[in-house]
């Protein structure tokens, strides 16, 4: 389900390509929430491992890339 939408405007107002959605993902390693462009995990989300650990950052086209903590369960 996609819970905000921001569209990237250009300086005239006009509303430009790419858009970047926020919106949760499940798939068999877990759950990610967050932002999301073309389909992938693009821009600032957290992943919840099914095993319990915890990933919340940067993403940059599906993949972690930036800044972000791992948080693993004790």
């Known amino acids: 389900s996609i ?4 569209l990237l ?3 005239n107002g006009n509303k430009s390509s790419p858009r970047i959605l926020s919106e949760s993902i499940k798939d068999q390693r877990g759950r990610y929430e967050g932002q999301t462009q073309d389909g992938l ?6 992943f919840y491992y099914s ?7 940067e993403w940059v086209k599906g993949e972690m890339h ?9």
Request: net charge neutral; charged share 15%.
């Open 51 to 57: 095993e319990g650990g915890i990933y919340t950052g």
């Open 3 to 6: 819970f905000s939408e921001l």
């Open 41 to 46: 995990r693009h821009g600032y989300g957290t």
């Open 66 to 74: 930036g800044k972000g903590a791992i948080y693993y369960p004790s």
């Open 9 to 11: 405007t250009s300086i």
